[in-house]
């Protein structure tokens, strides 16, 4: 990755489908919460945005995952999607989550900035 990194938690505190780790990042100009999550053993990260109405998504704070594990899910809404793309694979959305880019290195885990994601001011 060539854009820069910055610092998110250590690679432990990411379990396989559990908690994700909270952040706020910069949007095309606006504050917005982030998280990521770890699901079969990689990590990924979206803005904490539901892509049909623009509201946070955990039902309790970092609770993303459905019952399964399998899935993130919308908890106003109930829209549901991919943990390793984002995409809406059902429920009410209109496209899919905005992904964070993330590289994992050396037990810990970073997120990296791009020309509409950057550091929360």
Known sequence: MTTPAIFLCHSKDLLDSGLAVP????????SNAAFAVRYQGRVYAYLNRCSHVP?????QPNQFFDLTGHWLICATHGATYAPQTGRCLMGPCRGGLVK?????????????TSSKIQPAI
């Open 55 to 59: 509201m946070e998504m955990d039902y």
């Open 23 to 30: 952040f706020e990042v910069q949007y095309s100009g606006q």
């Open 100 to 112: 964070i880019e993330v590289s994992e290195t050396g037990g810990m885990v970073y997120w990296h």
